[in-house]
Antibody, heavy 119, light 106 residues
Framework: QVQLVESGGGLVKPGGSLRLSCSASGFTFSDYYMLWIRQAPGKGLEWVSYINSGGRTTYYADSVKGRFTISRDNAKKSVFLQMNSLRAEDTAVYYC????????????WGQGTLVTVSA | DIQMTQSPSSLSASVGDRVTITCQASQDIRNYLNWYQQKPGKAPKLLIYDASNLETGVPSRFNGSGSGTDFTFTISSLQPEDIATYYCQQYDYLFTFGPGTKVDIK
């Protein structure tokens, strides 16, 4: 069955960096777009970034553009989110998600990893 | 950017009631609209994709309709396990989530 497992979250100081990983199993990873979505404590869902199946096309929310970088390693069935210049407002649970297929609905989600940006 | 609004922001209903949530896009998004359910402490779950298609394994009491800018999500007979927050999400241009609708039992 499809599984997505995030890792790499933790406590970081403002201005610091963190790299999140999402390890996938149970499907042909190289066939699917992957996304990162975040949810600040007590708040709604916010799309962060997505990457196409080959890894050559990426998009970012304006709130993270220039600070975050998404990448993937299809051989290792993993997607990554490099987060630099972190701010307090980046504090959130970060989820990776897989699209359903041609329909860009988020059919599979990981359990999330908490990133806390605080001095 | 495309903005999404949802109403109401919260509602209370009795078991067996019909519950309706609306979602409005700031511009035409065709039918590129999905609905999710999120329970506390859990990842969201896809319920409806492309405005009206029921995801595999999702109970038939969940229904979606609409196109263009106005969309509706309905639970035909509210069950205790439906207590959750529901989000719409567009993907006509990038991705945007609505602010959510919290549903609880009266």
């Amino acid at each position: 069955q499809v599984q997505l497992v995030e890792s790499g979250g933790g406590l970081v100081k403002p201005g610091g960096s963190l790299r999140l990983s999402c390890s996938a199993s149970g499907f042909t990873f190289s066939d699917y777009y992957m996304l990162w979505i975040r949810q600040a404590p007590g708040k709604g869902l916010e799309w962060v970034s997505y990457i196409n199946s080959g890894g050559r096309t990426t998009y970012y929310a304006d709130s993270v553009k220039g600070r975050f970088t998404i990448s993937r390693d299809n051989a290792k069935k993993s997607v990554f989110l490099q987060m630099n210049s972190l701010r307090a407002e980046d504090t959130a649970v970060y989820y990776c998600a897989r699209v359903r297929g041609k329909q860009l609905a988020l059919a599979y989600w990981g359990q999330g990893t908490l990133v806390t940006v605080s001095a | 950017d495309i903005q999404m609004t949802q109403s109401p922001s919260s509602l209370s209903a009795s078991v067996g009631d019909r519950v309706t949530i609306t979602c409005q896009a700031s511009q035409d998004i065709r039918n590129y609209l999905n609905w999710y359910q999120q329970k506390p402490g859990k990842a969201p779950k896809l319920l409806i994709y492309d405005a009206s298609n029921l995801e595999t394994g999702v109970p038939s009491r969940f229904n979606g309709s609409g196109s263009g800018t106005d969309f509706t999500f309905t639970i035909s007979s509210l069950q205790p396990e439906d207590i959750a927050t529901y989000y719409c999400q567009q993907y006509d241009y990038l991705f945007t989530f609505g602010p959510g609708t919290k549903v609880d039992i009266k």
